[in-house]
């Protein structure tokens, strides 16, 4: 319970270190009564619950470069959003969350509590809260796991030549172009891996916690293509 640093917003009903050991759960109120006070779930008596962030994107930017040199020709495209608060739930985020049908063990997951003595070693200054199945225990929603989902991609890239006119009219072709291009090449972003900042919210639901961990990442392409204009 020392390390406890952050507000973790429970339901009323539930107190501290209920059905569990003491280190799997952790609450922090502003009076520490030991058990969270939602009040009237309103604006004018909220409890001890707090805003902690705002999961629409703020500040959405591209940038566009292109440029050209005897025949030759690059562009890259960068996008991203400059601001994003984002609550990433369930299995794909937590591991061990839904049970034994729907927990998962990703690598990410492996940073979890593990005390002295542990045969897989200890590890007090973990990510994650040791995993119980179906228990949810500090899976709420708090500042420690509110994910800073903004972001920079390099969503395309590609250089081509343009072979000179004088060349293809000697073949009747007005224009022949090679080109390479490249599809969301890299992302620079604070939001855990497991998820892709582009896609949250989208694809088996809407919402921003349960939407992120049945949509598919976008994938990586590359391509070589040829522009012919007879």
Same mark, same amino acid.
């Given at each position: 319970m020392q390390r406890c640093k952050n507000t973790w917003l429970l339901p009323t009903s539930l107190k501290l270190a209920a059905n569990g050991k003491p280190e799997t759960l952790c609450i922090a109120t502003s009076t520490m009564t030991k058990k969270i006070n939602t009040g009237s779930s309103t604006i004018t008596d909220p409890g001890d619950l707090r805003i902690i962030g705002n999961n629409l994107p703020r500040y959405k930017f591209g940038l566009d470069l292109d440029a050209a040199w005897k025949g030759f020709d690059v562009r890259i495209f960068f996008q991203g959003v400059g601001k994003r608060d984002y609550w990433c739930a369930g299995n794909t985020f937590f591991g061990a969350a839904g049970g034994k049908w729907q927990s998962s063990g990703f690598v990410q997951h492996l940073d979890f509590f593990r005390p002295e003595g542990d045969p897989d070693g200890a590890n007090l200054d *973990?990510?994650? *809260?040791r995993p119980i199945l179906s228990a949810g225990k500090n899976q709420y929603v708090q500042?420690?796991?509110?994910q800073? $989902? *903004?972001y920079i991609r390099l969503k395309n890239a590609q250089i081509g030549y343009t072979f000179p006119k004088k060349m293809m009219n000697k073949i009747n072709l007005n224009n022949l172009r090679l080109?390479?291009?490249g599809e969301n090449l890299f992302t620079i972003t604070s939001l855990t891996s497991q998820f892709d900042p582009e896609v949250l919210g989208t694809g088996y639901s809407s919402?921003? $916690?349960?939407?992120?961990t049945k949509t598919y990442p976008l994938v990586r392409t590359l391509s070589v293509g040829m522009?012919?204009?007879f």
């Amino acid at each position: 319970m020392q390390r406890c640093k952050n507000t973790w917003l429970l339901p009323t009903s539930l107190k501290l270190a209920a059905n569990g050991k003491p280190e799997t759960l952790c609450i922090a109120t502003s009076t520490m009564t030991k058990k969270i006070n939602t009040g009237s779930s309103t604006i004018t008596d909220p409890g001890d619950l707090r805003i902690i962030g705002n999961n629409l994107p703020r500040y959405k930017f591209g940038l566009d470069l292109d440029a050209a040199w005897k025949g030759f020709d690059v562009r890259i495209f960068f996008q991203g959003v400059g601001k994003r608060d984002y609550w990433c739930a369930g299995n794909t985020f937590f591991g061990a969350a839904g049970g034994k049908w729907q927990s998962s063990g990703f690598v990410q997951h492996l940073d979890f509590f593990r005390p002295e003595g542990d045969p897989d070693g200890a590890n007090l200054d *973990a990510y994650f *809260a040791r995993p119980i199945l179906s228990a949810g225990k500090n899976q709420y929603v708090q500042t420690r796991y509110l994910q800073n $989902a *903004a972001y920079i991609r390099l969503k395309n890239a590609q250089i081509g030549y343009t072979f000179p006119k004088k060349m293809m009219n000697k073949i009747n072709l007005n224009n022949l172009r090679l080109f390479l291009s490249g599809e969301n090449l890299f992302t620079i972003t604070s939001l855990t891996s497991q998820f892709d900042p582009e896609v949250l919210g989208t694809g088996y639901s809407s919402t921003w $916690a349960s939407g992120v961990t049945k949509t598919y990442p976008l994938v990586r392409t590359l391509s070589v293509g040829m522009s012919i204009n007879f």
